[in-house]
């Protein structure tokens, strides 16, 4: 009985569970947080660590939209049962079909189709020192990480350095301020806005590479930092990123999750393969839930199409490069990536790739979703 406690208890992949929405609460003029409310049979599956997304999904006008939303509450202390509810933050995005409906039509009630929580974003509390640039919504995983860490680690200190368009268009302001409040000592926030002047504070302005190289070094010790947290737009998470590098950060110390990439940079596009290497028919054998097929990949087609033709229950959610919710392990083959906004260095060179980023460089290439 108690093993097969356990394997119900593990979410398959690409799985989506309903949940009903208990709150939808107003943030700011163009964002909500909407609080979701997960059935005792559902906690172990929605145990999360501090810092991961969930994949929310809804058909319209016969179309399917998936999106993927950070939690900002803090994690369930470990042994403690499953979260009762679950909060994520909606930002307006220009275009953006779910969030509109976020903001403009979801009601308490509604029911949401929820993938288990996933990411690698995150921090195990642990004694020491911490900080995070972040960067509009990018505030929403950061959140959650300074709240558990603080709550449960005293030997910890966090540093919370937030870009804003304006007072006005900040999330989270009453909950960053209680983290101010309860931990005095141990909590350093820095805030600075782009679009006006505050009072006190950093004088207004974009936090680009040139002002978080001067800036940093004035707030904290660089050095000494056991983990850097970046999070938000492309181009701030990017600055911030050279900025640490420049200031002799090591790459294990920092930790990036991008939020939203208009177009693919330059830097981040993986070179055409030599064509001489490219094979004129490819096929893709994948693991997924313990099963493996193997398939063939049509011309031009990332592998995860590939996979989802033929496994519906693939895992993804944004399909541009962004979530990493199809991370899977190259076990044999080579690929080509055409862009990768979610998998850290570490990760790629262990073998992970992204499988909606992914093409088949040689005849044969073989995946497992279930490492």
Request: glycine share 8%.
């Amino acid at each position: 009985m108690a093993a097969e406690a356990v394997q119900r208890a593990t979410p398959r992949h690409g799985a989506f569970h309903p949940l009903r929405v208990a709150a939808v609460d107003r943030l700011t003029d163009d964002a909500v947080v909407v609080t979701l409310l997960v059935p005792p049979a559902l906690r172990e599956t929605f145990r999360f660590t501090a810092g991961q997304h969930i994949a929310v999904r809804r058909f319209a006008d016969g179309a399917e939209i998936r999106r993927t939303y950070s939690l900002c509450t803090p994690a369930p202390a470990s042994g403690a049962e499953g979260p009762e509810f679950l909060r994520i933050g909606v930002r307006l995005v220009e275009g953006g079909e779910f969030s509109a409906y976020a903001l403009k039509e979801l009601a308490v009630g509604e029911v949401m189709e929820v993938m288990a929580p996933a990411g690698r974003f995150v921090l195990e509390p642990r004694p020491g020192h911490f900080a995070a640039v972040v960067g509009g919504s990018g505030i929403t995983p950061v959140l959650s990480i300074a709240a558990t860490l603080l709550s449960r680690q005293p030997e910890a200190r966090f540093c919370l350095i937030r870009s804003d368009r304006t007072a006005a268009s900040t999330m989270f302001l009453e909950e960053v301020a209680d983290l101010k409040d309860r931990w005095p000592d141990r909590f350093q926030l820095v805030c600075a806005l782009s679009r006006e002047e505050q009072q006190a504070g950093l004088v207004s302005g974009r936090l680009d590479e040139e002002r978080l190289t001067a800036l940093l070094p004035a707030l904290l010790p660089v050095a000494s930092v056991d983990g850097w947290f970046l999070c938000g737009p492309y181009g701030l998470v990017r600055g911030a990123e050279r900025a640490l590098r420049g200031l002799g950060v090591s790459r294990g110390r920092v930790h990036q999750e991008i939020f939203h990439v208009e177009a693919a940079p330059a830097e981040d596009l993986s070179p055409i393969p030599d064509p001489a290497r490219a094979a004129s028919q490819s096929s893709v054998t994948a693991t997924l839930d313990g099963r493996s097929g193997t398939w063939p990949v049509q011309a031009g087609e990332p592998l995860l199409e590939t996979v989802l033709r033929n496994r519906a229950d693939a895992p993804y959610a944004c399909k541009g490069g962004v979530c990493g919710t199809c991370r899977a392990f190259l076990v044999s083959g080579e690929v080509r990536m055409d862009r990768n906004f979610a998998l850290e260095p570490d990760e790629v060179e262990a073998g992970y790739v992204l499988a909606c980023q992914s093409h088949p460089v040689g005849e044969r290439v073989e995946l497992d979703f279930d490492r």
